[in-house]
């Protein structure tokens, strides 16, 4: 007798089936990998562009639910993967966890967003389906206690998010900074707080460098979760060769539709070189294998970030942007032979519930501090964040006040230390 199931499921090649038999010879890499917990694998198949919610074999975090393996669920969530994909059948990541009895990973789905009653469903339309065998219907019973188990749990107390683990490089070697420690944290942690961080400093082109972008992105990171109430499970900081076009396009079109709830705060900011289109003067961000001279088609449209921004239900969006779009120099660059000074003939429409804050004017550049080793830009919004009394009890930030701290002293220290203007915007 075949094992229970398999004729139902061998199609899909799911790595777990119901009665338990591992089958992941006929998966892709990434779901292979997952199954066996091999994170350094996973890492890189991501970073290369694998789809973390690929269905050639069955969701790769599934393949990880199915065989124990926290640390590849975690990895996969914080890189996108949907935590409550399901078939028709009602198969679900939680479900799977829930029949191996395994407690601890059913906790981590369930921190990051799984739906508990979604899975009873599902193991209960997995009973009724395959009632003949008697090891499935035992393995659904047994899973469906252990989630109402988990959800009296839930009720009795507040449980703090898992941590898992963000996408980073190391950044590399910066100057101390009075900005690098956080200050304590104010607020209570915001389960509906998002964030991503972008930091590029080296480009695969052989742009020029974008002098302390990896320390500034780490150090916003750092001050969203000790102090602004982002969980770090909520916050993906992509640092150079982790922030190609396409972890762009899938983080800021795709991740945030899918985190950010209504009511939510979003934050975003990035950390680099930013270019003008010369044929049209529309706004890109640079990514990590951006080339200027191509930039339609290898970068990040302002447009697109905005329009994307436009689409979530979010109460509050934030943008902080450490670049220029001048193409004369600083953190900005531009196509060979093309002059500087693009003119922006038309600029992105901002969403109604957006604030964005740039470093320069935009016919300016945007200057390191080599002292402080970041942006000179960034290093007062972290200094401002830190003196100021600008983090309002619910995490979020008062941008005017923020700004007012800002744009003088970055004002003031450009024109006195590099001879350059160099004047913050803020629009709202």
Same mark, same amino acid.
């Given at each position: 007798?075949?094992?229970?199931?398999?004729?139902?499921?061998?199609?899909? @090649?799911?790595?777990?089936?119901?009665?338990?038999?591992?089958?992941?010879?006929?998966?892709?890499?990434? @779901?292979?990998?997952?199954?066996?917990?091999?994170?350094?694998?996973?890492?890189?198949?991501?970073?290369?562009?694998?789809?973390?919610?690929?269905?050639?074999?069955?969701?790769?975090?599934? @393949?990880?639910?199915?065989?124990?393996?926290?640390?590849?669920?975690?990895?996969?969530?914080?890189?996108?993967?949907?935590?409550?994909?399901?078939?028709?059948? #009602?198969?679900?990541?939680?479900?799977?966890?829930?029949?191996?009895?395994?407690?601890?990973?059913?906790?981590?789905?369930?921190?990051?967003?799984?739906?508990?009653?979604?899975?009873?469903?599902?193991?209960?339309?997995?009973?009724?389906?395959?009632?003949?065998?008697?090891?499935?219907?035992?393995?659904?019973?047994?899973?469906?206690?252990?989630?109402?188990?988990?959800?009296?749990?839930?009720?009795?107390?507040?449980?703090?998010?898992?941590?898992?683990?963000?996408?980073?490089?190391?950044?590399?070697?910066?100057?101390?900074?009075?900005?690098?420690?956080?200050?304590?944290?104010?607020?209570?942690?915001?389960?509906?707080?998002?964030?991503?961080?972008?930091?590029?400093?080296?480009?695969?082109? #052989?742009?020029?460098?974008?002098?302390?972008?990896?320390?500034?992105?780490?150090?916003?990171?750092?001050?969203?979760?000790?102090?602004?109430?982002?969980?770090?499970?909520?916050?993906?900081?992509?640092?150079?060769?982790?922030?190609?076009?396409?972890?762009?396009?899938?983080?800021?079109?795709?991740?945030?539709?899918?985190?950010?709830?209504?009511?939510?705060?979003?934050?975003?900011?990035?950390?680099?070189?930013?270019?003008?289109?010369?044929?049209?003067?529309?706004?890109?961000?640079?990514?990590?294998?951006?080339?200027?001279?191509?930039?339609?088609?290898?970068?990040?449209?302002?447009?697109?970030?905005?329009?994307?921004? #436009?689409?979530?239900?979010?109460?509050?969006?934030?943008?902080?942007?450490?670049? @220029?779009?001048?193409?004369?120099?600083?953190?900005?660059?531009?196509?060979?032979?093309?002059?500087?000074?693009?003119?922006?003939?038309?600029?992105?429409?901002?969403?109604?519930?957006?604030?964005?804050?740039?470093?320069?004017?935009?016919?300016?550049?945007?200057?390191?501090?080599?002292?402080?080793?970041?942006?000179?830009?960034?290093?007062?919004?972290?200094?401002?964040?830190?003196?100021?009394?600008?983090?309002?009890?619910?995490?979020?930030?008062?941008?005017?006040?923020?700004?007012?701290?800002?744009?003088?002293?970055?004002?003031?220290?450009?024109?006195?230390?590099?001879?350059?203007?160099?004047?913050?915007?803020?629009?709202?």
């Amino acid at each position: 007798m075949k094992s229970p199931g398999f004729e139902m499921f061998a199609p899909l @090649c799911v790595p777990l089936m119901l009665a338990g038999l591992a089958m992941t010879g006929c998966a892709p890499a990434l @779901c292979r990998a997952a199954s066996r917990g091999q994170i350094d694998v996973v890492r890189s198949l991501l970073d290369k562009g694998a789809d973390a919610d690929d269905w050639a074999a069955g969701p790769p975090l599934w @393949c990880a639910a199915s065989n124990g393996q926290t640390e590849a669920a975690k990895l996969l969530i914080a890189r996108g993967a949907d935590v409550n994909v399901m078939d028709d059948r #009602g198969s679900s990541a939680l479900g799977y966890a829930a029949m191996r009895g395994d407690a601890r990973m059913a906790k981590v789905l369930i921190d990051s967003g799984a739906d508990v009653d979604a899975a009873v469903a599902g193991l209960e339309k997995n009973s009724a389906l395959l009632a003949s065998y008697p090891e499935v219907v035992a393995r659904n019973t047994m899973g469906i206690k252990l989630l109402e188990k988990a959800v009296h749990k839930q009720e009795a107390a507040s449980r703090p998010a898992a941590p898992t683990p963000r996408p980073a490089q190391e950044a590399s070697p910066a100057p101390g900074s009075d900005v690098d420690e956080p200050p304590a944290a104010k607020v209570k942690p915001d389960q509906n707080a998002h964030a991503i961080v972008i930091g590029i400093e080296n480009y695969r082109q #052989g742009l020029p460098k974008a002098d302390y972008a990896a320390a500034d992105a780490k150090t916003i990171s750092a001050y969203l979760t000790k102090t602004m109430g982002y969980p770090e499970e909520n916050v993906v900081t992509l640092l150079n060769d982790r922030a190609l076009k396409s972890d762009l396009e899938k983080y800021l079109d795709r991740w945030l539709s899918n985190h950010v709830e209504e009511n939510g705060r979003v934050f975003i900011y990035y950390s680099g070189h930013g270019s003008p289109n010369v044929m049209n003067g529309d706004a890109y961000l640079v990514p990590y294998d951006g080339d200027p001279t191509f930039i339609a088609e290898t970068g990040y449209p302002l447009a697109r970030l905005y329009a994307s921004l #436009g689409k979530l239900k979010a109460k509050e969006i934030t943008v902080v942007l450490d670049s @220029c779009f001048s193409g004369a120099g600083g953190r900005s660059v531009l196509a060979k032979g093309a002059k500087p000074l693009v003119v922006m003939t038309q600029k992105p429409i901002i969403p109604k519930n957006a604030s964005v804050m740039t470093a320069s004017a935009a016919d300016q550049v945007s200057s390191a501090y080599e002292a402080q080793g970041h942006g000179l830009f960034t290093y007062f919004l972290l200094k401002g964040i830190k003196e100021g009394d600008v983090v309002k009890p619910d995490g979020s930030i008062k941008m005017d006040e923020l700004f007012g701290y800002v744009k003088p002293r970055v004002e003031r220290l450009a024109r006195q230390q590099f001879n350059n203007e160099q004047t913050p915007q803020l629009t709202k």
